[in-house]
Antibody, heavy 118, light 112 residues
Framework: EVQLVESGGGLVKPGGSLRLSCAAS????????MNWVRQAPGKGLEWVSS????????YYADSVKGRFTISRDNAKKSLYLQMNSLRAEDTAVYYC???????????WGQGTLVTVSS | QSALTQPPSASGSPGQSVTISCTGT?????????VSWYQQHPGKAPKLMIF???KRPSGVPDRFSGSKSGSTASLTVSGLQAEDEANYYC????????????FGGGTKLTVL
């Protein structure tokens, strides 16, 4: 069974940093692009970042470019999101999702909540 | 890149069909056949229902179908069932020079 499990969320002060992790199992992790998508409380979905299967290509939404860094460790079957200079508007549930053809995301993890507040 | 436009709500009675629209521009929905639809029940993770405009992942009932005309994509749910009540989000590839994905604001589907 394909499974994605996020961790690392929590409460952080504005300007602070946090590192999210996503542990993958049930598929050949190194063969797939991986993604982070977030959802602010009561709001819609927002694509955050993507990384190619080989780690050579990374992409970011304009709202996080320069502050967030996506990375992966294929040996550990893990995806990461380093978040720096966090702002209140970064408060959201962060989902890890496997890339699928047509630039779709399938499946998704259960999400981890990041709260940025003083 | 601006978010895709979806109606905030849609509804239908059990057994009926309902269609949810997703309007973008020639830079996203209209420019690529890379539109996806996701179903999200309250407190749950999103689930892929349609990819590449009209393809269904295995396990998704054929009551769900997708289409596109110009810069507007549509999700049709036929034979509505109580469990179809959820939020639905469309997304589209929007990167002309690099990878970029945008989502719609979501549509709350109510089964009356």
């Amino acid at each position: 069974e394909v499974q994605l499990v996020e961790s690392g969320g929590g409460l952080v002060k504005p300007g602070g940093s946090l590192r999210l992790s996503c542990a993958a199992s049930g598929f050949t992790f190194s063969s797939y692009s991986m993604n982070w998508v977030r959802q602010a409380p009561g709001k819609g979905l927002e694509w955050v970042s993507s990384i190619s299967s080989s780690r050579s290509d990374t992409y970011y939404a304009d709202s996080v470019k320069g502050r967030f860094t996506i990375s992966r460790d294929n040996a550990k079957k893990s995806l990461y999101l380093q978040m720096n200079s966090l702002r209140a508007e970064d408060t959201a549930v962060y989902y890890c999702a496997r890339g699928r053809s047509g630039d779709s995301f399938d499946p998704w993890g259960q999400g981890t909540l990041v709260t940025v507040s003083s | 890149q601006s978010a895709l436009t979806q109606p905030p709500s849609a509804s239908g009675s059990p057994g009926q069909s309902v269609t949810i629209s997703c309007t973008g521009t020639s830079s996203d929905v209209g420019g690529y056949n890379y539109v996806s639809w996701y179903q999200q029940h309250p407190g749950k993770a999103p689930k892929l229902m349609i990819f590449e405009v009209s393809k269904r992942p295995s396990g998704v009932p054929d009551r769900f179908s997708g289409s596109k005309s110009g810069s507007t994509a549509s999700l049709t749910v036929s034979g509505l069932q109580a469990e179809d009540e959820a939020n639905y989000y469309c997304s589209s590839y929007a990167g002309s020079n690099n990878f970029y994905v945008i989502f719609g604001g979501g549509t709350k589907l109510t089964v009356l």
